[in-house]
């Protein structure tokens, strides 16, 4: 299993990024999809999922309205788009197999190494 995440950069506040995950070694279509983040000196925080058809999709509330996680199973790829950004979104960024929380925190399922996203003016 590989997930290799891309995209990550320095944008300043109000600006947009998109990150993109590339899934090889398993049958990506058979797996919800999560993005979790990792701020500085702050724990893992499970942000998005996206369940195998793109028929459920969930948020936390921090991101709700700003980000949008989506998925091209025909491409094995995970997307991101994080509009409005604001410095308390700088963290890693992972994409992850799996669509729960727990499952994913847990680290049930195979992680990308992370892509840096950083907010600043």
């Known amino acids: 299993v590989q997930l290799v995440e891309s995209g990550g950069g320095l944008v300043q506040p109000g600006g947009s990024l998109r990150l993109s995950c590339a899934a090889s070694?398993?049958?990506?279509?058979?797996?919800?999809m999560s993005w979790v983040r990792q701020a500085p000196g702050k724990e893992l925080e499970w942000i998005c999922a996206?369940?195998?058809?793109?028929?459920?999709?969930d948020y936390v509330d921090s991101v709700k309205g700003r980000f949008t996680i989506s998925r091209d199973n025909a491409k094995n790829m995970l997307y991101l788009q994080m509009n409005n950004l604001k410095p308390e979104d700088t963290a890693v960024y992972y994409c992850?197999?799996?669509?729960?929380?727990?499952?994913?925190?847990?680290?049930?399922?195979?992680w990308g190494q992370g892509t840096q996203v950083t907010v600043s003016s």
């Open positions: 070694g398993f049958i990506f279509d058979e797996y919800g």
């Open positions: 992850a197999q799996g669509y729960g929380r727990d499952y994913v925190l847990g680290r049930r399922g195979s």
């Open positions: 996206i369940s195998r058809s793109s028929s459920s999709i």
